[in-house]
């Protein structure tokens, strides 16, 4: 198996990574109060010297009452959990990595198995988080305001304490994704309307304000998913064409590079052609693009939180479709999470040595 392609340096503003493996975000809900810890930290270190490219935190909440549903979840605000953070991103320094925080609102939730609640309800554009179903409230434009400023707060939060990129996640249904979702975004006013496009009017504010406190040089990516978790086989935009009136005033706004969320990378996004997500987000932008789903593994994600295992699986495909220019970076999920010495071991061609994931894998911080 060759894995050249793989290996290659990549370059963008803010960053330098040596290769073009991502550590995809995956939330862990192992910081106290929303505080990071020395574990949190010591489990990011060892990713970075496991030769991960770019490591992509778990989702880390913005300064929102309602921004979570978990209390344990990490916070990127307030004075305790940015000291966390800092720790998080010297010890991945220290080790030769690089690493953008995962900045989240998770608008609307279904309330958490432990009971917990914040003391305000949550948040959303319609007060809907799927299809006819609310629990909780429509946002004002004023929550709107201070949404945006607080997403664009924690992206000069991530930028002054020396992280080389940040992420926004617009992906899977939260709150992002809910504006873009006409299901759960039935606004009249400009945040909302009849198309995509008009949908994605919250989305472009965000990513303008983020850009005006990071500056022009700060690498900022958004992840982005078609499908919807109460409905794997939806898409928000049903054709190129819409994808582009979708994309392009996010790459305009100031999107550097598109994280392109499915639960299996090699399906094709549009009958007629064989791209997946991030292939047509790199032909119709011209932007970078992260390929993710499913990748080194059998199995996709969503099914490991209902104990499904995996093994490991060939990389051939994947390498097609990279040596063929579809997509620039390949986020990694579960099997680094099993595994800080994955990517090493693809690299040396131990692919004997290569760990299959099971369910035990989410409920602890595995440092070996």
């Not at 370059?11 to 990574?17: G, P, R």
């Not at 909780?136 to 305001?145: C, R």
């Not at 090493?344 to 894998?361: H, M, P, S, V, Y």
Request: proline share 5%.
């Amino acid at each position: 198996m060759n894995t050249d392609s793989l290996f290659k340096p990549f370059s963008l503003k803010s960053l330098q990574l040596k290769n073009r493996i991502v550590m995809a975000p995956m939330t862990r809900s192992f910081s106290p109060n929303g505080i990071p810890t020395d574990q949190v930290a010591a489990y990011y270190r060892k990713r970075a010297e496991g030769e991960v490219g770019l490591i992509l935190s778990e989702g880390t909440v913005i300064d929102r009452v309602s921004s979570s549903n978990d209390a344990n979840i990490p916070h990127f605000y307030g004075e305790t959990a940015l000291n966390g953070w800092q720790k998080v991103i010297e010890n991945v320094h220290q080790a030769g990595g690089q690493m953008g925080p995962q900045i989240w609102h998770m608008g609307i939730m279904d309330n958490h198995h432990s009971g917990w609640l914040p003391s305000q309800p949550f948040e959303g554009p319609s007060g809907l988080n799927r299809p006819g179903s609310g629990n909780g409230s429509t946002m004002t434009d004023s929550d709107i305001a201070d949404t945006i400023a607080a997403f664009g707060k924690a992206a000069a939060d991530a930028k002054r304490l020396g992280f080389d990129c940040l992420e926004l996640h617009g992906a899977h249904n939260y709150l992002i994704d809910q504006f873009f979702w006409e299901a759960t975004n039935q606004r009249t006013d400009i945040f909302g309307g009849k198309t995509l496009v008009e949908r994605s009017r919250f989305a472009v504010e965000v990513i303008k304000e983020v850009r005006k406190q990071v500056g022009d040089d700060f690498a900022v990516i958004i992840r982005l998913s078609q499908w919807k978790p109460v409905d794997y086989n939806y898409k928000l935009a049903k054709t190129p064409k819409e994808m582009e009136t979708w994309l392009n005033p996010l790459a305009d706004a100031g999107v550097d590079i598109f994280h392109c969320s499915q639960r299996r990378f090699w399906e094709p996004e549009f009958e007629g052609s064989d791209l997946n997500f991030a292939g047509w987000a790199k032909k119709l932008t011209g932007k970078s693009t992260i390929t993710v789903g499913s990748v080194g593994l059998t199995g996709e994600f969503l099914a490991a939180f209902g104990g499904e295992s995996s093994e490991p699986s060939s990389l051939d495909e994947l390498l097609r479709r990279m040596d063929r220019g579809d997509f620039d970076l390949v986020a990694v999920g579960r099997p680094l999470l099993a595994d800080p010495e994955w990517v090493t071991k693809i690299r040396q061609n131990r692919t004997d040595e290569l760990k299959g994931f099971t369910k035990e894998a989410l409920t602890e911080l595995i440092l070996a």
